[in-house]
Every structure is written in structure tokens, then in C-alpha cells.
């Protein structure tokens, strides 16, 4: 009998009294400790879903919130919702690509499409996340200087690039996935930040949320294109699939075994519940940072934002010392977060491109060559802060990368995760498949966009 049940027998061997208000306590203290498991195990689904989602919150992103939400106030917030659910449909299909296959994107492309448009891809993939990486040291290294004014930003770039490095190569995947994961909640700083900020106009804030509004300007498009480019990022395509691999190895199986088991109902609600999460804390990061931005910064005027420390800096007046600290601290956590997927998930590319070993789950001698390529990236990440390239003209190459290579590489994610023949009963349902269509449609569009804003 469950030690429970014998307790609740003894408490009833008393008087009816006594025996009724022990067992009314006794369930009172289960069902206060109900919420808690629940918790608990929500929590343990989580994994690759949130730090993808967590992880597409980099400082270059906040850096095109702030900016969005600077220029034009709350005109474009109904862009997080409606990003929202493209995103989550996209990483849902790479996940179940890993998931169910085995193998990371790059590998199923690798067997299942020509190479060669494969090879260009990881290798513009390559250069845009060295672009990022960069911009975001160099990011982090100036929002601790906000914090740390006497600080030195040589000192700082370079142990942000020695950290993360060290904890990429030499950190268990055990730990290093608990790391990330427990990184992705540093982006509550951001909800907070705002809530800091008084006499916020939720009517008006929830109305600019749900109606789209447009002024189809040169620059509005080209923000617009650059939060697309940043939401729905190919970095994230590669990243989300090697992690759901990464998992599964990390619970004893192998990708042998993983190719000859069939997923479970189970493995595939856990994923799905754990994807949607992760995009969703994405967008409610990247809403609050709009509202944060329009309803400070526009109000006041100041619209020249370039970096995230540049918005955490012009918030302190506006908004307080708390709200400004937060800011900072998050570009930070959100930096530690983002620069371990950006060199990973270049890396895996490449890795699985060329049919190398690779994985977090290996040793530096099992997996050289993919360790490698994070090496190198890391290092001309860092240079990047030193030779005179503006970081904003490297988001902006960075973005037009992403805008041509998303919607090649999105065809072969709706392509694959379509087909019974790779996916088994795991297929896309018709609708999902209209709708990863309708998505790279978007994305199409937006290359196109991309080109002709920088047209003379």
C-alpha cells in the first residue's frame, strides 16, 4: 500500500473529526504540490525548442526590435504575433526532420538533393553567422561597459569569445544543453524592463498588436525584411534538428537506432509542446522589446539605434535605472545564448555536408574538423571587432545572406519533412505543407525585397 494511503488510514483510526481535518490536510498539501510537478516535468519537455527560440533573441535581433520600435513606435508590433505561428511551423518541421530521420538537415539534404546547392548554402550560412557572431561580441562587450564603465572592450570581446568557446568544446553536452537552456531565461529581463516603464497604454499597445499598419516606405521595408531575416533565420534550421539528435543520444540512443525506431506519439507531443514554447517566450521577448522602445525612445524622439547597447544606453533616462540594467544584462545573456548556436549550427552544416563526423556529444579528437570550423568562426568573429567593419554594415550583408539562402533552404525543409517516403506516417499533413509553402512564399518575397531596397 502507497505510503500515502496508509497515513490518511491512520489519521481515520482517531475520531471522525480529527481524522476528517488530517485528510483534508493531507489533500490540500497534494494538490498545492500538483502545480509543482506540473511544472516540473513542463520543464523537462523543454530543451531544443526553447533555446532555438531563446537563441533567435541574439543581440543583433534586439538591436532591430529596439530600432523598430524607435522609428516607428507601435506601428509594426503586430509583426510578433504574425511571425509567431510561421516560425513555429518551420522549426516544428526541422525538428521532426531530426527527430524522426535521425540525421540534421544538412545530411537529409546531402542524400536527398543534388550537393552542390547544398555546398553554396552552408557556405553562405558559414559567412553570415561569422558576421553575426561578430556583431554580437561586440554587443555584449559594449553592454558591459554600461554596466562596467572602466572596463576594457579588447579584454571583454575576448573573454566572451574564450568563454563560450571553452564551453563548446570542453563541456559535456549534458551539461552545456542544461547551460543554454537556463540561459534562455535571462530574455525575462526584457518583459520586466518594460513592465518598469509607468503608465504604459495597454489599450492602445494590444490594437496595434492585433491590426496591421504599413506606410510601404523604402526604410520600413527594409526593417521589415531585416525582422523576417531575423525570426525565421536559417542558422535556426540547421541548429534545431542537430539538437533534437543530440537529445535523443543523450538518452542512450544511437542515430542507427534512431533511423530504425519510429518516433512515438509521445516523442513527437513532446517536441511539438516544446517547439511552440521556445517560439513562443521568442516573440513575447521581441514584443516587450518593441513596447519597451516605442513607448521611450520614439516617444522622446530618439530614433538613431544601432546596437542593443546603443537602446539600453538611451533607455536609462527615459525609463530608470531598472529598466535599463535589465536591458543590459539581457543583451548579455542573450549574446552567451545566441554565439554558441550561431558557430554550432555553421558547423553542423558544413559537418554533415561533408559527411564528417560532428556532434556536442563527441570529444575534440573524435570530431576535429567540426570543432574546427567553431574554432575559426569564433576567432574571425573576434577579429571582426578590430578591423574596422562596421558592425551594422555586417548585419545588414548578414541579412541579406539570410533573406537569398532562407527561402533554397526552406524548400528543401518543406520538401523532406512532405515526404512519407523520408518521413514515414510523420509527414506534413496537407495543410502544413500549404502553409511551409505560403511561408517560403513570404520569405521569397522578402529576398526579393531585400535586393530591391538597396537598389539605387
Known sequence: MPASSEKILEQMAGSPAVALNRTVKIAR?????????????????????????????????IATYSQQGATYGLQLLWLAPFTFPLM????????????????????????????????????????????????????????????????????LVFGFTIVTLLLQIFTSYKVYSRYLKYLALTLVAYIFSALNIPHLNWGHIMTS?????????????????????????????????????????????????????????????????????GMFVSNLVMFFIIVACAA??????????????????????LAGENAYLLFALGVIGAGLLAIPVLAGSASYAISEALGWKFGLNRKLGEASAFY???????????????????????????????????????????????????????????????????????????AVATLYSFLP
Open 29 to 61: 498539501e497534494f494538490s498545492a504540490q500538483a502545480p509543482v510537478r506540473k511544472a516540473r516535468r513542463f520543464w523537462h519537455v523543454l530543451g531544443p525548442g526553447l533555446t532555438t527560440g531563446a537563441a533567435d533573441d541574439d543581440p543583433s535581433g
Open 209 to 277: 498588436a492585433l491590426i496591421p499598419s504599413l506606410s510601404f516606405s523604402k526604410n520600413q521595408l527594409i526593417l521589415i525584411t531585416g525582422i523576417l531575416g531575423t525570426t525565421i533565420s536559417p542558422y535556426l534550421f540547421f541548429w534545431q534538428p542537430a539538437q533534437e539528435v543530440e537529445e535523443e543520444i543523450l538518452k542512450g540512443k544511437s542515430t542507427l537506432k534512431l533511423r530504425q525506431e519510429e518516433s512515438t506519439p509521445h516523442e513527437i507531443r513532446n517536441m511539438r509542446l516544446d517547439v511552440w514554447s
Open 372 to 446: 574546427g570550423i567553431i574554432i575559426i568562426a569564433m576567432i574571425v568573429g573576434f577579429a571582426i571587432n578590430f578591423i574596422g567593419l562596421d558592425p551594422i554594415k555586417a548585419l545588414i550583408y548578414s541579412a541579406i545572406v539570410n533573406g537569398l539562402i532562407a527561402p533554397v533552404i526552406l524548400f528543401f525543409i518543406v520538401s523532406i519533412s512532405s515526404s512519407a517516403k523520408i518521413m514515414g506516417k510523420w509527414a506534413n499533413h496537407p495543410l502544413v505543407s500549404a502553409l511551409g509553402w505560403f511561408i517560403t512564399a513570404i520569405m521569397s518575397l522578402s
Open 296 to 317: 521611450t525612445l520614439y516617444s522622446a524622439g530618439i530614433t538613431n539605434i544601432n546596437t542593443a547597447a546603443d537602446a539600453a544606453a538611451a533607455l536609462r533616462p
Open 88 to 155: 513555429a511551423i518551420v522549426q516544428e518541421m526541422c525538428a521532426r526532420i531530426g527527430l524522426v530521420t535521425g540525421r540534421g538537415l544538412a545530411a537529409n539534404i546531402r542524400l536527398h538533393f543534388p550537393k552542390t546547392l547544398l555546398y553554396l548554402c552552408t557556405l553562405l550560412l558559414l559567412f553570415t553567422n561569422v558576421l553575426n557572431l561578430g556583431a554580437d561580441l561586440g554587443a555584449m562587450a559594449k553592454a558591459t561597459q554600461l554596466v562596467f564603465p572602466q572596463s576594457s572592450f579588447f579584454l
